[in-house]
């Protein structure tokens, strides 16, 4: 197999059939084999019914159909643990991110690449708060992480095979793969799109799924959080240490012992709110060590006609 196409699915009946003739005509141009492989991640409405249309007339059309939602990583990796080709490529389902550009990974990837990104120029169709957040959140995380996440990127790329086999080899259970993938290291490069509006269909990353995703991210990658819990710690001793002598001066020699109810009031709650942040912070770094020790499946198959023998 030349050529590995996945596509994660929640609830894009109304998408399916376009994507799939677009990615079709796509891939014929690069004359090559290629099978595409459809994650139906707990969809509500109809998209497991079309894919499984879809595998019927082709049998490069692979399908995975979970039990329920798990989630767009989730559904991603369990594409990439399945899937056969030399270059794999990962791609969203709403036909925001154009199949066309697949060509122009294809040509990077003949120059010698691993793994070929699409940086977004432009994206349309977006709230200006998520364009806001999102940014915001990507500045943030190569600030504070060794690794050099790219700006305005998605999960859209086309990789090599090693890349992949290397991802199947890392257990974390909160995936964040587009700062795993650049972990990994190898040649890396981008061809830039401008990114279209969702064809059809509603977003399946509201804002609780998007802050769960950040916070995976920086947890994945970072200890700054722990840091700064610990900075903040010191702050809050250095500063109680000042009072502790500006209080005991003023009972020695000044006598107003009575007043300063207030005071109290503010460094009782102030310290109490760090703590409260400093246990929140640690807590989601034990839930997600958690997660890793119960050794759960990442995911769970209702059914799938990938066979075995094919990873
Ligand atoms: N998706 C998924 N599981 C989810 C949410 C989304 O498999 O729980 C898929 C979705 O069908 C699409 C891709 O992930 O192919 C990107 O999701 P979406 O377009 O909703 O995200 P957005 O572009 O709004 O960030
Ligand atoms: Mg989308």
């Not at 690069?30 to 459809?38: D, G, N, P």
């Amino acid at each position: 197999m030349d050529y590995s196409v996945i596509i994660p699915i929640y609830n894009e009946e109304e998408n399916i059939q376009l994507l799939y003739d677009r990615l079709q005509e796509v891939m014929t141009g690069l004359q090559s084999e290629t099978e595409y492989i459809f994650i139906n991640d707990g969809s509500a409405d109809a998209s497991i019914q079309l894919i499984k249309g879809l595998s019927a007339q082709n049998k490069h059309v692979k399908y995975i159909d979970f039990s329920r939602n798990f989630g767009h990583q989730i559904a991603v990796s369990a594409g990439l643990d399945k899937c056969a080709g030399n270059r794999v490529v990962i791609i969203d389902a709403d036909l925001q991110d154009p199949p066309e550009l697949i060509l122009e990974m294809a040509k990077k990837m003949d120059e010698g690449y691993e793994v070929v990104y699409a940086q977004r120029r432009s994206r349309k169709g977006e709230s200006f708060f998520k364009k806001i957040t999102a940014s915001g959140f990507y500045k943030i995380l190569r600030s504070i992480t060794s690794i050099d996440i790219p700006l305005n990127t998605g999960d859209f790329r086309m990789m090599d095979k090693r890349i992949v086999e290397v991802l199947r080899e890392m257990p974390e259970k909160n995936k964040f793969l587009r700062g795993q993938i650049s972990w990994i290291g190898f040649r890396q490069t981008f061809v830039e799109f401008d990114r279209a509006e969702r064809n059809a269909g509603e977003t399946g990353y509201p804002l609780k799924k998007m802050l769960r995703f950040a916070i995976d991210g920086i947890t994945a990658f970072s200890d700054a959080p722990l840091k700064f819990v610990f900075s903040m710690g010191i702050v809050v001793f250095i500063l109680t240490f000042f009072l502790i002598l500006y209080t005991l001066i003023s009972w020695l020699f000044f006598e107003n012992t009575v007043q300063g109810w207030s005071s109290i009031m503010i460094s009782v709650l102030f310290i109490g709110g760090v703590q409260m942040i400093g246990i929140g912070i640690i807590g989601e770094y034990i839930s997600r060590i958690g997660n890793n020790v119960k050794e759960r499946p990442l995911y769970i198959i209702r059914e799938s006609n990938i066979e075995e023998e094919n990873n």
